[in-house]
Nanobody, 130 residues
Framework: VQLQASGGGLVQAGGSLRLSCAASGRTFSGYNMGWFRQAPGKEREFVAAITWNGDSTYYADSVKGRFTISRDNAKNRVYLQMASLKPEDTASYYC????????????????????????WGQGTLVTVSS
């Protein structure tokens, strides 16, 4: 499985960006997918996750109400729409795939854990200026 994240860039506070993650693999529709971020000097942290069929989404408290995760299984893509961006959102953003439990139901707690995901994209940098 290969993941390619794109869409990062420089934006002013209050602005919006849409990240996209293209995935290889014929069973993408069975993967739970997540977005994580990592700021310089900090640990990688959970941002959002979506179940394989898109019926459930989960968000970190820090982005709830501002970010929206979605997926298009026909295009093998997952998206992160980010609005009302803040300087503290500045980080490299990574998409990740949970491929060990195809079409399986994970709990919200499981999908927030870095260890639950076995494939990662290369990261796309989001910089929010004040």
């Amino acid at each position: 499985v290969q993941l390619q994240a794109s869409g990062g860039g420089l934006v002013q506070a209050g602005g919006s960006l849409r990240l996209s993650c293209a995935a290889s693999g014929r069973t993408f529709s069975g993967y739970n997918m997540g977005w994580f971020r990592q700021a310089p000097g900090k640990e990688r942290e959970f941002v959002a996750a979506i179940t394989w069929n898109g019926d459930s989404t989960y968000y970190a408290d820090s982005v709830k109400g501002r970010f929206t995760i979605s997926r298009d299984n026909a295009k093998n893509r997952v998206y992160l729409q980010m609005a009302s961006l803040k300087p503290e959102d500045t980080a490299s953003y990574y998409c990740a795939a949970d491929t060990d439990f195809l079409f399986g139901r994970r709990t919200a707690g499981e999908l927030t854990r870095v260890s639950e995901y076995d494939y990662w994209g290369q990261g796309t940098l989001v910089t929010v200026s004040s």
